[in-house]
Protein backbone atom coordinates (compact mmCIF):
# COMPACT_ATOMS: atom_id res chain seq x y z
CA UNK A 1 0.00 0.00 0.00
CA UNK A 2 1.31 3.69 -0.95
CA UNK A 3 -0.07 5.30 2.23
CA UNK A 4 0.95 4.70 5.79
CA UNK A 5 -0.90 2.94 8.68
CA UNK A 6 -2.31 5.16 11.16
CA UNK A 7 -1.94 3.48 14.55
CA UNK A 8 -3.51 5.02 17.37
CA UNK A 9 -1.67 3.44 20.99
CA UNK A 10 -3.31 4.10 24.29
CA UNK A 11 -1.33 3.99 26.91
CA UNK A 12 2.45 4.87 27.60
CA UNK A 13 2.94 1.98 29.81
CA UNK A 14 5.68 -1.03 29.02
CA UNK A 15 3.11 -2.36 26.42
CA UNK A 16 2.67 0.84 24.51
CA UNK A 17 5.86 2.20 24.33
CA UNK A 18 7.24 -1.31 23.02
CA UNK A 19 4.42 -1.26 20.73
CA UNK A 20 5.29 2.32 19.71
CA UNK A 21 9.26 1.59 18.95
CA UNK A 22 8.00 -1.27 16.95
CA UNK A 23 5.36 0.19 14.96
CA UNK A 24 7.91 3.71 14.58
CA UNK A 25 10.69 1.20 12.60
CA UNK A 26 7.59 -0.36 10.19
CA UNK A 27 7.25 3.52 8.96
CA UNK A 28 3.09 3.26 10.38
CA UNK A 29 1.82 6.94 11.68
CA UNK A 30 2.04 6.89 15.61
CA UNK A 31 0.25 8.67 17.91
CA UNK A 32 1.06 7.86 21.38
CA UNK A 33 -1.75 8.75 24.00
CA UNK A 34 -1.65 8.55 27.92
CA UNK A 35 -3.94 10.55 30.74
CA UNK A 36 -0.25 11.56 32.02
CA UNK A 37 2.27 13.47 29.79
CA UNK A 38 5.40 10.98 31.15
CA UNK A 39 5.76 7.43 31.19
CA UNK A 40 6.24 5.85 34.58
CA UNK A 41 8.67 2.68 35.36
CA UNK A 42 6.73 0.98 38.21
CA UNK A 43 9.01 -1.18 39.38
CA UNK A 44 10.68 1.40 41.41
CA UNK A 45 7.92 3.14 42.57
CA UNK A 46 8.38 1.87 45.99
CA UNK A 47 11.72 3.83 46.20
CA UNK A 48 9.90 7.31 45.41
CA UNK A 49 7.17 6.20 47.94
CA UNK A 50 10.18 5.44 50.53
CA UNK A 51 11.99 8.95 49.80
CA UNK A 52 15.04 6.93 47.88
CA UNK A 53 14.37 8.80 44.45
CA UNK A 54 12.24 11.47 42.96
CA UNK A 55 9.41 11.10 40.91
CA UNK A 56 11.32 12.33 38.04
CA UNK A 57 13.83 9.61 38.45
CA UNK A 58 11.27 7.13 37.47
CA UNK A 59 9.07 8.94 34.94
CA UNK A 60 10.00 10.19 31.21
CA UNK A 61 8.33 12.61 29.39
CA UNK A 62 5.93 10.83 26.78
CA UNK A 63 6.67 13.81 24.19
CA UNK A 64 10.13 13.24 24.32
CA UNK A 65 9.65 9.95 23.80
CA UNK A 66 7.96 10.40 20.68
CA UNK A 67 10.40 12.56 19.61
CA UNK A 68 12.71 9.76 18.61
CA UNK A 69 10.98 9.16 15.48
CA UNK A 70 9.68 11.38 12.79
CA UNK A 71 6.66 9.36 12.72
CA UNK A 72 5.15 9.34 15.92
CA UNK A 73 3.67 12.19 17.84
CA UNK A 74 2.69 12.10 21.62
CA UNK A 75 -0.84 13.28 23.15
CA UNK A 76 -2.17 14.19 27.00
CA UNK A 77 -5.98 12.56 26.62
CA UNK A 78 -8.03 10.03 28.71
CA UNK A 79 -9.78 7.84 26.46
CA UNK A 80 -13.84 7.66 26.96
CA UNK A 81 -15.30 5.74 23.94
CA UNK A 82 -14.41 3.39 21.10
CA UNK A 83 -16.40 3.44 18.07
CA UNK A 84 -15.09 0.41 16.55
CA UNK A 85 -17.29 0.14 13.60
CA UNK A 86 -16.22 3.75 12.80
CA UNK A 87 -12.31 3.14 13.67
CA UNK A 88 -12.54 6.59 16.01
CA UNK A 89 -11.68 6.86 19.42
CA UNK A 90 -13.47 9.93 21.53
CA UNK A 91 -11.58 11.24 24.39
CA UNK A 92 -12.48 13.29 27.95
CA UNK A 93 -11.74 16.60 26.26
CA UNK A 94 -14.45 15.77 23.39
CA UNK A 95 -11.65 15.62 21.11
CA UNK A 96 -11.15 12.39 18.57
CA UNK A 97 -8.73 10.20 16.49
CA UNK A 98 -8.95 8.25 13.62
CA UNK A 99 -7.20 5.00 12.94
CA UNK A 100 -6.46 2.21 11.07
CA UNK A 101 -5.03 0.37 13.82
CA UNK A 102 -6.14 0.62 17.43
CA UNK A 103 -3.51 -0.53 20.37
CA UNK A 104 -5.14 -0.76 24.36
CA UNK A 105 -2.45 -0.48 26.67
CA UNK A 106 -3.81 1.76 29.13
CA UNK A 107 -3.15 -0.90 32.36
CA UNK A 108 -4.63 -1.80 35.14
CA UNK A 109 -5.66 -0.19 38.76
CA UNK A 110 -5.60 -1.40 42.34
CA UNK A 111 -8.58 -3.86 43.22
CA UNK A 112 -9.53 -3.77 46.80
CA UNK A 113 -10.87 -7.14 46.71
CA UNK A 114 -14.27 -6.10 48.17
CA UNK A 115 -12.45 -5.04 51.98
CA UNK A 116 -14.30 -3.02 53.68
CA UNK A 117 -12.40 0.33 54.35
CA UNK A 118 -9.67 -0.65 52.26
CA UNK A 119 -10.53 1.75 49.69
CA UNK A 120 -10.91 4.74 52.32
CA UNK A 121 -8.17 3.65 54.55
CA UNK A 122 -5.47 2.13 52.86
CA UNK A 123 -3.07 3.38 50.44
CA UNK A 124 -2.41 1.86 46.60
CA UNK A 125 1.33 2.05 45.00
CA UNK A 126 0.19 1.71 41.24
CA UNK A 127 1.04 5.08 39.63
CA UNK A 128 3.42 7.79 40.25
CA UNK A 129 0.97 9.61 42.16
CA UNK A 130 -0.01 6.72 44.73
CA UNK A 131 3.85 7.12 45.30
CA UNK A 132 3.54 10.63 45.92
CA UNK A 133 0.88 10.50 47.64
CA UNK A 134 2.21 7.51 50.39
CA UNK A 135 5.96 9.49 50.55
CA UNK A 136 3.78 12.61 51.85
CA UNK A 137 1.45 10.74 54.66
CA UNK A 138 5.17 8.57 55.76
CA UNK A 139 6.86 11.59 55.97
CA UNK A 140 4.43 13.37 58.04
CA UNK A 141 3.40 10.70 59.92
CA UNK A 142 6.80 10.37 61.43
CA UNK A 143 7.31 14.03 61.79
CA UNK A 144 4.19 13.93 63.99
CA UNK A 145 5.73 11.19 65.98
CA UNK A 146 8.87 13.24 66.29
CA UNK A 147 6.95 16.20 67.75
CA UNK A 148 4.94 14.32 70.15
CA UNK A 149 1.47 15.11 68.06
CA UNK A 150 1.03 11.65 67.63
CA UNK A 151 1.72 8.14 69.54
CA UNK A 152 3.14 6.00 67.03
CA UNK A 153 3.61 5.27 63.12
CA UNK A 154 3.43 1.68 62.82
CA UNK A 155 2.88 0.53 58.86
CA UNK A 156 0.68 -2.29 58.00
CA UNK A 157 1.86 -3.30 54.23
CA UNK A 158 -1.13 -5.85 53.04
CA UNK A 159 0.36 -8.45 50.11
CA UNK A 160 3.66 -10.44 49.92
CA UNK A 161 3.74 -10.05 46.40
CA UNK A 162 7.29 -8.19 45.07
CA UNK A 163 5.74 -4.83 45.78
CA UNK A 164 4.78 -6.05 49.26
CA UNK A 165 8.33 -7.67 50.27
CA UNK A 166 10.15 -4.93 48.66
CA UNK A 167 7.94 -2.29 50.31
CA UNK A 168 8.16 -3.96 53.84
CA UNK A 169 12.17 -4.39 53.21
CA UNK A 170 12.65 -1.22 52.33
CA UNK A 171 10.53 0.37 55.22
CA UNK A 172 12.45 -1.79 58.13
CA UNK A 173 15.52 -0.13 56.43
CA UNK A 174 14.71 2.80 56.85
CA UNK A 175 13.52 2.31 60.72
CA UNK A 176 16.65 0.58 61.79
CA UNK A 177 19.25 2.51 60.27
CA UNK A 178 17.91 6.36 58.95
CA UNK A 179 15.39 7.02 61.65
CA UNK A 180 17.12 7.10 64.29
CA UNK A 181 19.84 9.37 63.13
CA UNK A 182 16.66 11.65 61.35
CA UNK A 183 14.22 11.54 64.31
CA UNK A 184 16.08 10.51 67.36
CA UNK A 185 13.07 11.76 69.37
CA UNK A 186 11.04 8.92 68.27
CA UNK A 187 11.72 5.06 70.42
CA UNK A 188 12.05 2.28 68.77
CA UNK A 189 8.58 0.96 70.41
CA UNK A 190 6.54 3.53 68.56
CA UNK A 191 7.32 2.60 64.97
CA UNK A 192 7.00 -1.46 63.27
CA UNK A 193 6.43 -2.85 60.08
CA UNK A 194 4.23 -5.51 59.48
CA UNK A 195 3.94 -7.25 56.24
CA UNK A 196 0.17 -9.48 55.99
CA UNK A 197 -0.55 -12.19 53.11
CA UNK A 198 -2.71 -14.71 52.79
CA UNK A 199 -0.53 -17.41 52.12
CA UNK A 200 2.05 -19.69 54.59
CA UNK A 201 5.04 -17.91 52.68
CA UNK A 202 6.08 -14.68 50.88
CA UNK A 203 6.82 -14.76 47.22
CA UNK A 204 4.13 -17.22 45.72
CA UNK A 205 5.62 -17.61 42.71
CA UNK A 206 9.03 -18.38 43.81
CA UNK A 207 10.53 -21.48 44.90
CA UNK A 208 10.15 -22.73 48.85
CA UNK A 209 13.92 -22.20 48.89
CA UNK A 210 13.53 -18.81 47.55
CA UNK A 211 10.31 -17.79 50.10
CA UNK A 212 12.15 -18.80 53.03
CA UNK A 213 15.13 -16.85 52.30
CA UNK A 214 13.11 -13.46 51.92
CA UNK A 215 11.04 -14.31 54.50
CA UNK A 216 14.54 -14.98 56.71
CA UNK A 217 15.79 -11.70 55.22
CA UNK A 218 12.34 -9.79 55.89
CA UNK A 219 12.49 -10.77 59.77
CA UNK A 220 16.54 -9.95 59.95
CA UNK A 221 14.99 -6.94 58.95
CA UNK A 222 12.89 -6.43 61.93
CA UNK A 223 9.49 -7.10 59.06
CA UNK A 224 6.51 -8.62 61.62
CA UNK A 225 5.06 -11.20 59.07
CA UNK A 226 2.00 -12.01 59.68
CA UNK A 227 1.59 -15.24 57.38
CA UNK A 228 -1.60 -17.35 56.59
CA UNK A 229 -3.54 -14.19 57.74
CA UNK A 230 -6.79 -12.81 55.68
CA UNK A 231 -7.36 -9.22 56.00
CA UNK A 232 -11.38 -8.66 57.02
CA UNK A 233 -11.20 -5.23 56.91
CA UNK A 234 -9.22 -2.11 57.35
CA UNK A 235 -9.75 1.22 59.59
CA UNK A 236 -8.58 4.11 59.84
CA UNK A 237 -5.98 3.09 62.62
CA UNK A 238 -5.57 -0.31 62.15
CA UNK A 239 -5.83 -3.52 59.95
CA UNK A 240 -8.25 -6.18 61.54
CA UNK A 241 -7.43 -9.57 59.97
CA UNK A 242 -10.27 -12.26 60.21
CA UNK A 243 -9.24 -14.48 63.12
CA UNK A 244 -10.34 -11.22 64.94
CA UNK A 245 -6.54 -10.00 65.19
CA UNK A 246 -6.34 -5.80 65.30
CA UNK A 247 -3.17 -4.77 63.97
CA UNK A 248 -2.21 -1.19 65.10
CA UNK A 249 -1.75 0.77 61.59
CA UNK A 250 -1.07 4.40 61.22
CA UNK A 251 -0.44 3.85 57.76
CA UNK A 252 -1.28 1.12 55.87
CA UNK A 253 0.14 0.32 52.47
CA UNK A 254 -2.31 -1.93 49.71
CA UNK A 255 0.11 -4.07 47.90
CA UNK A 256 -2.24 -6.58 46.65
CA UNK A 257 -3.60 -7.57 43.47
CA UNK A 258 -5.00 -5.47 40.22
CA UNK A 259 -8.11 -5.12 37.98
CA UNK A 260 -9.43 -3.44 34.98
CA UNK A 261 -10.48 0.10 35.14
CA UNK A 262 -14.13 0.34 35.89
CA UNK A 263 -14.21 2.52 32.49
CA UNK A 264 -13.05 -0.32 30.74
CA UNK A 265 -16.88 -1.58 30.88
CA UNK A 266 -18.55 1.03 28.67
CA UNK A 267 -15.70 0.32 26.07
CA UNK A 268 -17.96 -2.41 24.65
CA UNK A 269 -15.23 -5.15 24.72
CA UNK A 270 -15.17 -8.37 25.72
CA UNK A 271 -13.76 -8.90 28.94
CA UNK A 272 -12.93 -11.96 31.33
CA UNK A 273 -10.96 -12.61 34.77
CA UNK A 274 -10.45 -9.07 36.55
CA UNK A 275 -12.27 -7.34 33.45
CA UNK A 276 -9.14 -8.08 31.09
CA UNK A 277 -10.03 -7.83 27.99
CA UNK A 278 -10.34 -11.32 26.33
CA UNK A 279 -8.66 -11.51 22.68
CA UNK A 280 -7.09 -14.15 20.56
CA UNK A 281 -3.70 -15.27 20.49
CA UNK A 282 -2.78 -12.87 17.74
CA UNK A 283 -3.91 -10.43 20.71
CA UNK A 284 -6.49 -8.73 18.87
CA UNK A 285 -10.49 -9.31 18.97
CA UNK A 286 -12.22 -11.63 17.34
CA UNK A 287 -14.76 -9.30 16.25
CA UNK A 288 -12.37 -6.59 15.58
CA UNK A 289 -8.92 -7.51 14.44
CA UNK A 290 -7.94 -4.10 14.09
CA UNK A 291 -7.65 -3.80 17.86
CA UNK A 292 -5.28 -5.07 19.67
CA UNK A 293 -4.95 -4.95 23.48
CA UNK A 294 -1.48 -5.56 25.18
CA UNK A 295 -0.24 -5.39 28.75
CA UNK A 296 -1.77 -5.84 31.97
CA UNK A 297 -5.41 -5.63 30.21
CA UNK A 298 -4.81 -8.12 27.73
CA UNK A 299 -5.91 -11.95 28.75
CA UNK A 300 -5.13 -14.13 25.89
CA UNK A 301 -6.19 -17.72 25.68
CA UNK A 302 -2.93 -18.68 27.61
CA UNK A 303 -2.65 -16.84 30.66
CA UNK A 304 -0.26 -14.28 31.13
CA UNK A 305 1.69 -12.62 35.12
CA UNK A 306 0.85 -9.19 35.00
CA UNK A 307 4.73 -8.20 34.78
CA UNK A 308 7.01 -6.00 33.13
CA UNK A 309 8.32 -8.32 30.46
CA UNK A 310 4.90 -10.14 29.27
CA UNK A 311 3.91 -6.46 28.56
CA UNK A 312 7.39 -5.78 26.53
CA UNK A 313 7.16 -8.78 24.72
CA UNK A 314 3.21 -8.52 24.03
CA UNK A 315 3.65 -4.26 22.69
CA UNK A 316 6.62 -5.77 21.08
CA UNK A 317 4.05 -8.45 19.10
CA UNK A 318 1.37 -6.39 18.53
CA UNK A 319 3.56 -4.05 16.79
CA UNK A 320 4.93 -6.18 14.38
CA UNK A 321 1.50 -7.89 13.60
CA UNK A 322 -0.03 -4.73 12.86
CA UNK A 323 2.77 -4.19 10.51
CA UNK A 324 1.94 -7.51 8.72
CA UNK A 325 -1.47 -6.67 8.51
CA UNK A 326 -0.86 -3.48 7.14
CA UNK A 327 1.18 -5.71 4.58
CA UNK A 328 -1.72 -8.17 3.74
CA UNK A 329 0.49 -11.02 5.86
CA UNK A 330 -1.39 -13.19 8.28
CA UNK A 331 -0.92 -12.63 12.27
CA UNK A 332 0.77 -14.78 13.99
CA UNK A 333 0.07 -16.15 17.74
CA UNK A 334 1.80 -14.58 20.96
CA UNK A 335 4.50 -16.77 22.40
CA UNK A 336 5.60 -15.60 25.95
CA UNK A 337 9.48 -16.31 26.42
CA UNK A 338 9.87 -15.80 30.32
CA UNK A 339 13.29 -14.82 31.47
CA UNK A 340 12.52 -15.26 35.22
CA UNK A 341 11.41 -13.58 37.86
CA UNK A 342 13.31 -11.69 40.63
CA UNK A 343 12.57 -9.18 43.57
CA UNK A 344 14.81 -7.55 46.27
CA UNK A 345 14.56 -7.72 49.69
CA UNK A 346 16.74 -4.35 50.77
CA UNK A 347 20.49 -3.43 50.93
CA UNK A 348 22.25 -6.63 49.26
CA UNK A 349 19.30 -9.00 49.35
CA UNK A 350 17.17 -10.10 46.34
CA UNK A 351 16.24 -13.40 45.07
CA UNK A 352 16.15 -14.61 41.71
CA UNK A 353 14.43 -17.10 39.81
CA UNK A 354 14.95 -18.30 36.00
CA UNK A 355 12.68 -20.43 34.14
CA UNK A 356 15.50 -23.31 33.75
CA UNK A 357 15.77 -23.74 37.45
CA UNK A 358 18.36 -21.86 38.31
CA UNK A 359 18.23 -19.86 41.11
CA UNK A 360 20.24 -16.77 43.03
CA UNK A 361 20.21 -15.04 46.21
CA UNK A 362 21.87 -12.99 48.07
CA UNK A 363 24.39 -9.69 47.17
CA UNK A 364 24.56 -11.26 43.42
CA UNK A 365 20.96 -11.25 42.83
CA UNK A 366 21.11 -7.82 44.57
CA UNK A 367 23.83 -6.72 41.97
CA UNK A 368 21.78 -8.28 39.02
CA UNK A 369 18.41 -6.99 39.85
CA UNK A 370 20.08 -3.22 39.69
CA UNK A 371 21.87 -3.86 36.80
CA UNK A 372 18.23 -4.88 35.10
CA UNK A 373 16.25 -2.16 36.16
CA UNK A 374 18.54 0.30 35.09
CA UNK A 375 18.69 -1.18 31.65
CA UNK A 376 14.83 -0.82 31.50
CA UNK A 377 14.85 2.99 32.16
CA UNK A 378 14.58 5.67 29.71
CA UNK A 379 16.52 8.35 29.47
CA UNK A 380 20.39 8.60 30.21
CA UNK A 381 19.98 10.98 32.73
CA UNK A 382 17.36 9.00 34.82
CA UNK A 383 19.86 5.75 34.60
CA UNK A 384 22.55 7.99 36.14
CA UNK A 385 19.84 9.57 38.73
CA UNK A 386 18.74 6.04 39.79
CA UNK A 387 21.96 4.43 39.90
CA UNK A 388 23.13 7.10 42.35
CA UNK A 389 20.58 6.95 44.51
CA UNK A 390 20.61 3.36 44.60
CA UNK A 391 24.98 4.34 45.87
CA UNK A 392 23.66 6.59 48.17
CA UNK A 393 21.21 4.87 50.11
CA UNK A 394 22.66 1.82 50.32
CA UNK A 395 26.48 2.52 50.00
CA UNK A 396 26.66 6.39 51.42
CA UNK A 397 28.29 7.73 54.59
CA UNK A 398 24.78 8.56 56.07
CA UNK A 399 24.28 5.04 57.79
CA UNK A 400 23.48 4.28 61.19
CA UNK A 401 24.45 1.27 63.41
CA UNK A 402 22.21 1.56 66.14
CA UNK A 403 20.11 -1.43 67.21
CA UNK A 404 16.05 -1.04 67.37
CA UNK A 405 14.22 -3.40 69.62
CA UNK A 406 11.94 -5.68 67.72
Known sequence: MGKRARVVVVGAGFAGLAATRELAKSGALVTLVDRNPYATFQPLLYQV??????????????????????????????????????????????????????VLATGVTTNWLGVPGAKENALPIYSLGDAAVLRRRLQHQLEDTATGRRESMHVVVVGAGATGVEMAGTLAELRRHTIPLTHPEVRADQTSVTLVERFEYVLAPYKPRLRDAAAEALRRRGVRLRLGATVASVEPDAVVLADGT?????????????????????????????????????????????????????????????????????????????????????????????????????????????????????????????????????????????????????????????????
Open 246 to 406: RLPSDVTVWALGVTAPPEVGSWGLPQGKGGRVTLTEALNLPDHPEIFVAGDLAAPPDALPQLAQPAIQMGKHVGKQIAAAWRGRPLRPFSYRDPGIMATVGKAEAVLQLTNGFTMRGLPAWLVWIFVHVAYLLGDRNRAAVLLNFFWRYAGPHRSRASVTQ
Open 49 to 102: ATAGMSTSDVSYPTRTYAARWPNVRARRASLSKILADERRVEFEDGTSLDYDFL
